[in-house]
């Protein structure tokens, strides 16, 4: 019990203990073939309120249900070798698909191609705000291993150029409006954790550190906001497995990190399409009205968003690595922001098509997209 879910917290701002109210809990079927599972939720009197019945078939047994499935023995073997146990109980990834780790000893380069498809999408970008009249700015969120290396086992040793550094390279020089997190980062770990001990996620107090580095960045090309002050926010430390610590064997590994609550929120979801990942659609908005921001990002982004939902009178966050011409201007944004993940830079992704991708990849997942 306890879990977090700041989702939950977002929906019901006013109501306290929503942000933690998750439950987490291993289910797996006693042998193989159809397995059914029935939740049940029994209160303190005693009253009993029946909460879902899930239904699997055991992977290599007639069809498997897509929505929920089984992990195989072999399955949690090869999820536990992606983590890379480091110094003083920490946990970073290894063996993804963007290898992390030859991108800090630098055996992974971006490249002359991949330098060269950074630029044309670059140039693309700042073509594109400009057509539309908006402010964009682009902001690397850095990989935990480049925030941490003093943590990471003796045997990696951090190279000084990576893939990002020729990213920002490029960038200097069509004098993008790029910044890399670790500018500011990096300086403010001494005080407190800016990541989760067994999460590849930074946690919410490095999301703030970073989303004041977007307001500078913001307030020096003109931009007039609301900025959220320390003052109005409350700290929550926790321990929970994380995406590192769950996949350890033979059992998870606890962790710190910690949550944040916004006092005064005033911002209410008016749109969810609740979609897994890519093609994940929020929209956010004030009751005034006004100054309007789409976000496009990863999975680091949503630690942002308790932020900037508050910052802007309209925040819309997008699941994607692409920028969408299209979206800002049904949005009628004033302000875009770009969050790659500084691992993801090896792959330069494609804005060709880029709305009709996406509607794609919403649509394909049975959710609701909301430009039609």
Known sequence: MDQPRPDVGEAFPDHPGTSECGFL????PPEGG?????LRVVFDDGAKVDLATLTSVAEGEGTINPDLRWSSVADDERESEKVLHGKNG???LREDSNNIVGQQTGVVKLGSEGRAKWRRTLEDRIAASEQLGVTWVCLVVPDKESVYPEHLPESILPADQRPVHEFLEVAEGLSAPVVYGLDWLEPAKARADLYATTDTHWNYRGAYITYRALCDQLADQGVDFDLIEEDRLRWIDLEFEGDLGSKVLPK?????????????????LTFDNDVQNHGWVKRFEKPSGGRACVVFGESFS?????????????????????????????????VVLSLPLERFL???????DAFAKLRETVVRKGAQFPWG
């Open 25 to 28: 809990a291993l289910l797996r």
């Open 34 to 38: 159809d397995s059914v599972i029935r």
């Open 90 to 92: 920490w946990l970073f």
């Open 252 to 268: 998870p590994i606890m962790g710190r990190t910690v949550r944040c609550e916004v006092a005064g929120s005033e911002s209410q």
């Open 302 to 334: 949503y630690h942002l968003l308790p932020f900037l939902k508050e910052t802007f009178e309209r925040l819309v966050f997008v699941h994607t690595s692409m920028f969408i011409p299209k979206i800002v201007e049904r949005e009628r944004a004033d």
């Open 346 to 352: 090896v792959r330069p992704p494609d804005d060709e």
